[in-house]
């Protein structure tokens, strides 16, 4: 079946600006995690839904930064009011469970965002 | 708290001769480790994971690595190297969910890029 996607592919937006970012994970996973990989900076976790749990925002950079999903399956990571460092790229997984070593997580290809 | 270093930015190799990608990691709980390997413009992909079973541990194309308790190191390894094996690489750790405080998220390396010389 289909992996993760994720759109846009690109996102070149003006410093201020609100953005949004979209995730459709695979059918039927019920867990779905946001990334960010910045220039030297590696992964570093944002956010993490399970189910119809509360989110786990733990790792949202700021509150310009916020996360939906819809109906258990798709997501949105909003950014608001957009900053030259939140250029990175955005990396959307899910995985069939939630947390743990016996869940892999199935990453999307990422949106490269980029402010000017 | 968990960590993980990748203790190369960048390896190079020819094709044909073996890999070997550092990892180092430090855990308060018995960790569990994963390789994942990024080519370029692709997602992530998991290679192999260790979760306490063995401590060789047999990954996709043809990658292995080895957990080493003792000295904290989950070094991945491949006895040749292929021209599609350049892409870099993330070790990465993580504990169970709750387990001192832990979200149980997965923690990167900064990664190392491997190159392939023909």
């Known amino acids: 079946g289909a992996g993760v996607s994720q759109s846009p592919s690109n996102k070149v937006t003006e410093k201020g600006k609100d953005v949004e970012l979209r995730c459709d994970p695979i059918?039927?996973?019920?867990?779905l995690y946001w990334y960010r990989q910045s220039l030297g900076q590696g992964l570093e976790f944002l956010i993490y839904?399970?189910?119809?749990?509360?989110?786990?925002k733990s790792g949202l950079p700021s509150d310009r930064f916020s996360a939906e999903r819809t109906g258990g399956s798709v997501s949105t990571l909003t950014i608001q009011r957009t900053q030259q460092e939140d250029s990175a790229v955005y990396l959307c997984a899910s995985s069939l469970r939630g947390w743990g070593a016996n869940n892999e997580q199935f990453f999307g290809p990422g949106t490269r965002l980029t402010v000017l | 708290a968990q960590s993980v270093t990748q203790l190369d930015s960048h390896v190079s190799v020819s094709e044909g001769t073996p890999v070997l990608l550092r990892c180092n990691y430090s855990?308060?709980?018995?960790?569990?480790l994963f390789w994942y390997v990024q080519h370029p413009n692709k997602g992530l992909q998991l290679l192999l994971k260790?979760?306490?079973?063995?401590?060789l541990v047999k990954g996709i194309n043809g990658f292995e690595a080895e957990f080493k308790k003792s000295e904290t190191s989950f070094h991945l390894t491949k006895p040749s190297a292929h021209m599609s094996d350049a892409a870099e690489y993330f070790c990465?750790?993580?504990?169970?969910?709750?387990?001192?405080?832990?979200?149980?998220?997965?923690?990167f390396g900064k990664g190392t890029k491997l190159s392939v010389k023909p």
């Open positions: 059918s039927g996973h019920t867990a």
């Open positions: 839904f399970q189910g119809n749990s509360a989110p786990d």
């Open positions: 260790y979760t306490s079973a063995a401590t």
């Open positions: 855990s308060s709980y018995s960790p569990s």
């Open positions: 990465v750790v993580t504990s169970p969910r709750g387990y001192g405080g832990s979200q149980g998220n997965l923690i």
